[in-house]
């Protein structure tokens, strides 16, 4: 089963515009991590939150986590066509492997 | 080269046959896992190893197996393959500490 589910399940922008994808989960967990996949090709990790924090920010890239709703957002500000792909979430929790999303298919239209 | 090299990453093959997928790394990881890739349903887990003596199942196990011939070597065998395991097959890797997998390019597997 899976332990994340992402929303929206696709997401259609135009270039330029802020994308937020939201993540809900629901065991307890010690990290959520956020992944890229361009078509048919493997996962890229792009940023980890431990359930510590509540935000963390890499470039254009800013996530959010709050452990009181299980939650967690990824924010790509100032979208690009090449960041059109899927994107995954993904918990570490008690068990010794990450458990993902079904991912939430992001369109930036030029 | 990549860091986790999937061989192969396309293959066509029939019901009841014998496959094998192959991984490698070159991060020093010691830690492997495969996983499934089906339409809508995100990834999920099939097996993974924390070094050479420990593998363990995954969510999804029943059908399959694997090997870890060494560090840098995790591969998976479906025995008596089935239409319903035609699906892109993931190997990944990480370090002890969860900070992150890398993942191969993956193999699309279809069972005909």
Known sequence: SQQGEEDPQALSIQEGENATMNCSYKTSINNLQWYRQNSGRGLVHLILI????????????????????KSSSLLITASRAADTASYFCATSGSARQL??????????LP | DADVTQTPRNRITKTGKRIMLECSQTKGHDRMYWYRQDPGLGLRLIYYSFD?????????????????????????????AIPNQTALYFCATSDSGFYGYTFGSGTRLTVV
Do not use: M, P
Request: glycine share 8%; net charge positive.
């Open chain 1, 50 to 69: 431990r359930s510590n924090e509540r935000e963390k920010h890499s470039g254009r890239l800013r996530v959010t986590l709050d452990t009181s709703k």
């Open chain 2, 52 to 80: 050479v003596k420990d593998i363990n199942k995954g969510e999804i196990s029943d059908g399959y197996s694997v090997s870890r011939q060494a560090q840098a070597k995790f591969s998976l065998s479906l025995e008596s």
């Open chain 1, 99 to 108: 458990t993902f999303g079904s991912g939430t298919q992001l369109t930036v």
